[in-house]
């Protein structure tokens, strides 16, 4: 089984979004996945309680299913112990920053402490970066896109501040199980953060 871990240490900053819009296009192409939940808020939890039972199926974590993969959304404030734990356990680990002075300063904290890890210094874990709810005409978004280059981290999407994202959270649904026509241009910016996923799964 594969372990995807998406992980920033500072609440708010889209990991639920990813987390389960990742599951819901793994589940898409015939995958067998789980998705796990270890946020005090459970909002993948109840996302998960919301999907319809028409659309591809995804395992919480307490199932006793073999899968292929497992999606983690993780906690805001995970660090330390509970950090290098939880990289141990991953194959990837997907970091999604928002477009803010704040966010830019707490991603910088975070990676400097993700990229000390062991697994990740032996190459043994791969991590990539995800600008979350962007606006590309704004400064903000520019700043973001600096920040993200200057890590030397794979840059693996910008995805915009979408209504398709509430619309489908409240459904239960990912971008993934949505009207093709309606999300065109949304999954479009998702391509090189799944080529890159395929490509670092590989047995």
Known sequence: MKHILVANAKGGSGKTTLATNLAGYLASQQQQVILADLD???????????RPKDAPKILTASTDHAAQWKVT???AGLRDEKLADAVKEADLVIVPIQPSAFDIGAAGDFLE????EKTIRKHKTFVGLVGSRVNSRTHAALGLAEFMTETGLPVLAYLRNSQVYTTAAEQGLSI????????AQDIEQWSVLLDWINENSQS
């Open 40 to 50: 005090r808020q459970q909002s993948a939890t109840q996302w998960l309680k919301r």
């Open 73 to 75: 959304d993780s906690p």
């Open 113 to 116: 402490v993700l990229i000390a």
């Open 176 to 183: 993934f199980d949505m009207r093709p026509s309606l999300v």
